[in-house]
């Protein structure tokens, strides 16, 4: 019988697809996770999970004690608290012990966090100090002249710059990670008075003010700490600058007293914000990717404004606040305000996180990535959760 005349009873079914269902299924958990975790992180949800699991079974009141200290600045390291002073820098346990001590002349301290370190150095004097997360000092050195400006990355990286230096009016010095020089620059003609390092250190950028037919002149210098070649130079204008920093995306920002100016790191324009007939009182490159800014509209009285920045100089929110402001910190998302009579947190939008009246005699603050607040008085630190 040919097999083109047998019919079949029972024909074939066709398998289902098993693959297909699971694998949807797996796709809508992944993308229902994904905005969830995106809802959390811009409610500031994780940040709740993430300072629960920190501080808990911690006491806010005394977080921190640490004694009278003259000239002190502070900073967090690892869940212990940093203290620069006229002595040297301290290292502080939770339960109020001294874990660490560098000494070091430091009449007017200047302290700094790169990654699992903390550096000071005296402003207008000769010192410069480091110490690790364990308390241990890890640099320590005394300049020939004047130390001009310092600055640490977040990688661990150092540089420094020293005025009238062996014949020199700025020599221009860099650190490895393990503190080790790894590329100077002599400079017989120009002031450096401003200097800050990339997150890896193989680049860093400088200011030298001067004047250009007549008329005064910053200069960014841009130089890579693996060549001996002349640095990059971008004209700022007769911007007086008060401050740069470049950021772990190696933008580099600069503060000045009309504007702020972002660049990359080949000293391209990436934008700048002016402060419009303001006047400049305080800011901070501690937010993620954004300036924080206090502008006044007088240079006398109370016409305070908060204005956040994005790295390519535009303005992401603008509040007026109209009272004095006390202390000013931001870290990651946030931005801490501390005015006379209150301490208030915003997300950098400069919408209200949360606010508390209990200050105490604070003083100083510091704004942590997880939305928490160390309010510091003369002798110990209290905790502000939110």
């Not at 995306?249 to 600069?254: G, L, Q």
Request: proline letters at 2%.
């Amino acid at each position: 019988m040919s097999a083109d005349n047998v019919m079949q009873i029972y024909p074939k079914q066709e398998k289902p697809h098993r693959g297909k269902i699971p694998l949807l299924v797996v796709c809508f958990v992944v993308v229902i996770g994904a905005v969830l975790l995106i809802l959390c992180f811009t409610s500031g949800h994780l940040d709740n999970l993430r300072r629960t699991v920190r501080y808990f079974g911690s006491s806010e009141e005394g977080y921190f004690v640490y004694g009278p200290h003259s000239g002190g600045q502070y900073a967090l390291m690892d869940d212990n608290l940093v203290v620069a002073s006229t002595s040297g820098i301290s290292l502080f346990s939770k339960q109020g012990q001294m874990t660490g001590a560098a000494d070091a002349v430091l009449i007017d301290p200047v302290l700094q966090l790169g990654k699992h370190v903390a550096m000071a150095y005296d402003v207008g004097g000769t010192s410069l100090v480091a110490m690790n997360r364990d308390g241990g000092e890890v640099l320590n050195l005394t300049a020939d002249h004047t130390i001009l400006d310092a600055d640490i990355s977040s990688g661990g990286s150092i540089c420094y710059a020293v005025g009238d230096s062996s014949g020199y009016k700025t020599v221009l010095t860099a650190l490895d990670r393990e503190y080790r020089e790894r590329y100077h620059w002599y400079s017989s003609s120009r002031f450096l008075t401003t200097c800050a390092i990339s997150k890896n250190g193989s680049w860093m950028a400088a200011i030298s003010p001067g004047q250009t037919d007549h008329t005064f002149d910053s200069a960014l210098l841009l130089f890579r700490t693996d060549t001996e070649s002349e640095p990059q130079q971008q004209s700022l204008g007769n911007l007086l600058v008060f401050d740069l920093m470049i950021s772990d995306r190696d933008r580099i920002f600069v503060v000045g007293d009309t504007a702020a100016v972002f660049l990359n790191q080949n000293g391209t324009l990436r934008g700048s914000y002016d402060y419009a007939d303001r006047y400049l009182e305080d800011f901070d490159f501690g937010g993620h990717d954004f300036l924080t800014l206090v502008l006044n509209m007088y240079k006398a009285g109370n016409r305070y404004s908060i204005v956040t920045v994005s790295d390519s100089g535009d303005e992401i929110a603008n509040l007026y606040l109209g009272q004095e402001i006390h202390a000013l910190s931001a870290s990651g998302n946030y931005i801490a305000v501390l005015t006379s009579d209150a301490l208030t947190i915003y997300r950098k939008d400069l919408t209200e996180y949360a606010v508390t009246n209990n200050i105490g005699n604070a003083s100083d603050i510091l704004m942590q990535e997880d939305g928490s607040v160390l309010l510091l008085g003369s002798e110990s630190a209290s905790l502000f959760l939110p």
